[in-house]
């Protein structure tokens, strides 16, 4: 009974890893997110606490922070997070450790990131992942190291490009790919609208939009949606002093819904 349980548990995430969000991009993309990123419409290219390594140069201070993501509330699909980011003069730097899955299929991660800015409108970063999967179909844990790219310029205080080159080189799968681009615009002192688009090995399109709003000093409401596949998200995040907490919602018209909670401290 216990055996045919964790065969149901399996063949559940396979069909998930197959359907969802992750079939047109990695499972590195996936861990990726924190919760601003994912309110906002699942943003990779404009995520500024790492999915883009070149976003380091543009953090404020240190932070450490840890997360939950419960994706469409089977805790056999569950990931956690701890991030710990250092900005400096010279070098800014961050790392990340990742854990998705459970006993019978799990994943390992360690993303390093460096950043470095170039000028007041550049920064350049660049992150790598060392990923380690276990499964009960594999006959043995399967490890893996891949590379991305990350650029930030900025046209102005209001205005930011951002662009992504995930896994330009892997040594697992050389056709896992994914690019992507995107506009932050600060058209507002309290609102900030971002628009960005993917593409990956599969010759996928993805294009998601998102806002993010301050009602006041310490509480920001965030709403977005991307097209691949559609799914609407929204989230909110709320600082005291150094502390910041935030959650954010993903709605599946199928799967159902996703949340995730994160909290950070400034130091």
């Not at 992942?129 to 179909?137: D, T």
């Not at 662009?163 to 932050?184: C, K, P, Q, R």
């Not at 097209?227 to 954010?248: D, L, M, R, V």
């Amino acid at each position: 009974m216990k055996c045919l349980f964790s065969s149901k548990i399996y063949f559940f995430t396979i069909i998930f890893l197959c359907i969802s969000p992750l079939s047109s991009f990695s499972l590195e993309n996936e861990l990726n997110n924190d919760v601003r990123s994912l309110a906002m419409g699942n943003l990779f290219a404009l995520g500024k606490e790492f999915s883009n390594p070149a976003f380091l140069s543009f953090q404020s201070g240190s932070k450490i922070s840890t997360s939950v993501y419960n994706r469409f509330q089977m805790s056999e699909l569950n990931s956690s997070c701890l991030r710990l980011i250092y900005p400096s003069r010279f070098l800014d730097a961050g790392i990340q450790l990742n854990h998705f899955g459970f006993k019978d299929y799990y994943c390992l991660s360690v993303l390093a990131g460096l950043a470095k800015q170039i000028n007041s409108c550049l920064s350049v970063g660049l992150k790598t992942n060392l990923s380690y999967w276990s499964s009960l179909l594999d006959s043995k844990p399967v490890t893996a190291i891949s590379a991305s790219l990350g650029v930030v310029y900025s046209i102005s205080n209001s205005l930011k490009t951002g662009f992504l080159a995930e896994n330009i080189a892997t040594t697992l799968n050389s056709t896992n790919y994914s690019i992507h681009a995107g506009i932050d615009y600060q058209c507002l002192e309290d609102l900030a609208l971002v628009v960005e688009t993917s593409y990956n090995a599969e010759s996928k399109f993805d294009i998601r939009l998102g806002a993010e709003y301050r009602v006041v000093e310490s509480l920001s409401f965030k709403a977005g949606v991307q097209s691949n596949p559609s799914s609407p998200t929204i989230g909110f995040s709320y600082t005291f002093k150094q502390i910041n907490i935030g959650t954010a919602f993903m709605m599946h018209q199928t799967l159902g819904n996703s949340t995730m909670i994160e909290i950070g401290y400034k130091f």
